[in-house]
């Protein structure tokens, strides 16, 4: 009897990373080096995108990710960048996460070929989002000082999954019970050797950091 | 022919509903009143049950919901109640909410005939949390100042699903950009006539206005 052999390659199999790989064809296509911003609700990522964004020397764009409403997409008008406003309680089943195929959906709405960074700034949730793949290059998360030093080691898949951990807040500091040598001794052990940048989009201490960091996003990508 | 009409009733088709229904059962042959303690990562729901519990008039219990580890457990063993962890990380794919089923699967190790009021700690999000019944009489929201005024408007069906929203951290107002009138202002919008506490777990400001409130929850279930 002829046996063939299937091998199960779980990952093919999986949609969501199916769908990733189409949007990432996508972006490749179009020369776009793509950001998955990620944090908790709150920790500043709308901010900081107001804060860095206007001074990039490369052309970016934003798809912003909610539940419902568009009030971060609102706050980016001014900066007269391509805004896209994606949200999950339309056709999505209100979920607590952006998938690929949300994003997917939001494509025909994103002019591609006019810029050169898109950042997909994802729902606040230190949980599903990391489970999902969009098509993006790198994750950045953003830990506000304000939520506690603990965090790395309650939610470790997000920590681990992300390029970069900004450390965001910081002129709370003198204000909160959170030390900073305790959460990097924290984040180490979950996701030994990612790089970090403590900054304040408030004060805009170490928001230059950052700038600097999204500009050579695309060098680090292997061509 | 003879028909049947089946008339489709999709609360009782529902299998959380169906676990939190037992749930319920339990807790009220035991009398014992629960409360389902929700908010974003950092709120600090965990430091408001250190602060209120200890002086509370009646015997309390704790059941912790996070995705790993027992950190906020062993924060509050110094309280001397019971406390038992409840990992969605182990057996539950890592759940960012708690559901009635894996409340369920804690009940054995709860001593129901010991306490009056069991609050249930669950993971930290703005949205998946509020789709899942437990079994709970009550639910309680925790939003900090530190996480932005505009949160009631992004994540409206959180706010609208407790009966109390507790806004923390009032000690870090002269420090961050919370207008607590707008902040009101957009809890009526999305929940009418909600009531509020203001505190801070840090500074104990409120904190007696919280505990008090946590006494008063038996006498506000329908018999």
């Not at 996460?97 to 006019?114: G, Q, T, Y």
């Not at 790395?152 to 019970?177: E, G, H, I, T, W």
């Not at 001794?185 to 050797?193: E, Q, S």
């Not at 990612?194 to 950052?210: F, K, P, Y």
């Given at each position: 009897?002829?046996?063939?052999?299937?091998?199960?390659?779980?990952?093919?199999?999986?949609?969501?990373?199916?769908?990733?790989?189409?949007?990432?064809?996508?972006?490749?296509?179009?020369?776009?080096?793509v950001v998955n911003l990620m944090s908790a609700p709150?920790?500043?990522?709308?901010?900081?995108?107001?804060?860095?964004?206007?001074?990039?020397?490369?052309?970016?764009?934003?798809?912003?990710?909610?539940?419902?409403?568009?009030?971060?997409?609102?706050?980016?008008?001014?900066?007269?960048?391509?805004?896209?406003?994606?949200?999950?309680?339309?056709?999505?089943?209100?979920?607590?996460?952006?998938?690929?195929?949300?994003?997917?959906?939001?494509?025909?709405?994103?002019?591609?070929?006019?810029?050169?960074?898109?950042?997909?700034?994802?729902?606040?949730?230190?949980?599903?989002?990391?489970?999902?793949?969009?098509?993006?290059?790198?994750?950045?998360?953003?830990?506000?000082?304000?939520?506690?030093?603990?965090?790395?080691?309650?939610?470790?898949?997000?920590?681990?999954?992300?390029?970069?951990?900004?450390?965001?807040?910081?002129?709370?500091?003198?204000?909160?019970?959170?030390?900073?040598?305790?959460?990097?001794?924290?984040?180490?052990?979950?996701?030994?050797?990612?790089?970090?940048?403590?900054?304040?989009?408030?004060?805009?201490?170490?928001?230059?950091?950052?700038?600097?960091?999204?500009?050579?996003?695309?060098?680090?990508?292997?061509?």
């Amino acid at each position: 009897m002829h046996r063939v052999r299937v091998r199960v390659v779980e990952d093919a199999l999986d949609a969501n990373n199916t769908i990733a790989r189409a949007n990432r064809d996508d972006f490749d296509r179009h020369g776009v080096t793509v950001v998955n911003l990620m944090s908790a609700p709150g920790a500043g990522k709308t901010t900081l995108l107001e804060r860095t964004l206007g001074g990039l020397s490369v052309r970016a764009g934003v798809l912003e990710g909610d539940v419902q409403g568009s009030l971060d997409a609102d706050r980016l008008a001014s900066l007269h960048l391509p805004v896209v406003q994606l949200n999950t309680g339309n056709g999505f089943g209100g979920e607590c996460h952006l998938d690929a195929n949300m994003v997917r959906s939001a494509l025909p709405a994103l002019p591609l070929e006019d810029i050169d960074l898109l950042i997909i700034e994802n729902v606040g949730n230190l949980v599903c989002p990391a489970e999902f793949r969009v098509g993006e290059d790198v994750r950045i998360m953003v830990s506000s000082v304000a939520e506690g030093e603990d965090k790395p080691l309650k939610y470790p898949l997000m920590f681990r999954a992300c390029s970069l951990v900004v450390v965001n807040k910081l002129d709370l500091l003198p204000y909160v019970d959170f030390d900073m040598e305790r959460f990097l001794h924290h984040l180490n052990a979950v996701h030994p050797g990612v790089e970090t940048i403590q900054c304040s989009a408030r004060t805009g201490e170490g928001v230059e950091e950052l700038r600097e960091w999204l500009e050579r996003v695309p060098a680090r990508i292997p061509a």
